[in-house]
C-alpha cells in the first residue's frame, strides 16, 4: 500500500496570507488526524476527521480549519498567518483497532512564515 | 491536563553504549506508544504496549509498560548510528475521545 503523502513538502509564506495543505491517506483508511509540530511545545493535536465528518478538534483558534472529502483526502487551511505559524505540520492515517490505534504519519509540511 | 513528561530531554552517546529513555506521567492509559522520527520526515510507530508490565522487544530495543499503566521506559543496547532521531511517546485513554497524549521526546544522538 502507498503511504500517506502530503503535499508540498516546504512552503515559505508571508504574515497575513492564507495557505492550504493536502494529505492523501493510506488507501481504505476513513480517518485523518492534523498535528501541528514545535521544537518548544511537541505535537499539538488540531483536529481529527472520520467520513468528512470533525470528530476532534484541539485548542486551536478559528483560524485553523480543516475538511476532509469523500475519497477520504484531506485539507487544513490556515488563514491569516501568523510568525508563531511556523512548524511542521503534520498528517497521520489513522487505522482503528479495539483497544488500539494506530496512526500513520506522512513526512509532513514544514512551514515558514516570514 | 494529562502530560507525558519524557527524560532526558536530549542524549548524545558512542556508538555500542546502552541506554534508557522514560516517559512518565500522572494518569493512567489504556495504551502507550513509542513512536522514532527522523529529520524531514513523520514519526515512524515502533511498539504498542497495552498491558501493565508488558514488555515488548523490537531487535535492539526493549519497551516496557509500568505496572500501573502510568509509565514507559525504551532500552536500546548498542546503540548504532542508525539509531538516531526523536524518540516519542503517546498515550491513549479510551475515554478521552481516542485522542493521544504526546511526549515532547527525547532526542537521540549516536556518534559513530
Known amino acids: 500500500k502507498a503511504g500517506v503523502t502530503q503535499t508540498p513538502r516546504y512552503l515559505i509564506k508571508t504574515r497575513g496570507q492564507q495557505v492550504t495543505l493536502s494529505c492523501s491517506p493510506i488507501?481504505?483508511?476513513?480517518?485523518v488526524s492534523w498535528y501541528q509540530q514545535t521544537p518548544g511545545q511537541g505535537l499539538q493535536f488540531l483536529f481529527e476527521?472520520?467520513?468528512?465528518?470533525?470528530?476532534n478538534k484541539g485548542n486551536f483558534p478559528g483560524r485553523f480549519s480543516g475538511r476532509q472529502f469523500s475519497n477520504s483526502r484531506s485539507e487544513m487551511n490556515v488563514s491569516t498567518l501568523e510568525l508563531g505559524d511556523s512548524a511542521l505540520y503534520l498528517c497521520?492515517?489513522?487505522?482503528?483497532?479495539?483497544?488500539?490505534?494506530?496512526?500513520?504519519f506522512g513526512p509532513g509540511t514544514r512551514l515558514t512564515v516570514l | 491536563t494529562q502530560l507525558l513528561e519524557q527524560s532526558p530531554q536530549f542524549l548524545s552517546i558512542q556508538e555500542g553504549e546502552n541506554l534508557t529513555v522514560y516517559c512518565n506521567s500522572s494518569?493512567?492509559?489504556?495504551?502507550l506508544q513509542w513512536y522514532r522520527q527522523e529529520p524531514g520526515e513523520g514519526p515512524v510507530l515502533l511498539v504498542t504496549?497495552?498491558?501493565g508490565g508488558e514488555v515488548k522487544k523490537l531487535k535492539r530495543l526493549t519497551f516496557q509498560f509500568g505496572d500501573a499503566r502510568k509509565d514507559s521506559s525504551l532500552h536500546i543496547t548498542a546503540a548504532q548510528p542508525g539509531d538516531t532521531g526523536l524518540y516519542l511517546c503517546?498515550?491513549?485513554?479510551?475515554?478521552?475521545?481516542?485522542?493521544?497524549?504526546w511526549g515532547l521526546g527525547t532526542s537521540l544522538a549516536v556518534n559513530p
Open positions: 497521520a492515517s489513522n487505522l482503528y483497532g479495539g483497544r488500539t490505534d494506530t496512526q500513520y
Open positions: 488507501s481504505g483508511h476513513r480517518s
Open positions: 476527521y472520520f467520513s468528512e465528518t470533525q470528530r
Open positions: 494518569s493512567v492509559f489504556s495504551s
Open positions: 504496549v497495552v498491558t
Open positions: 503517546a498515550g491513549a485513554n479510551a475515554g478521552n475521545n481516542r485522542k493521544l497524549i
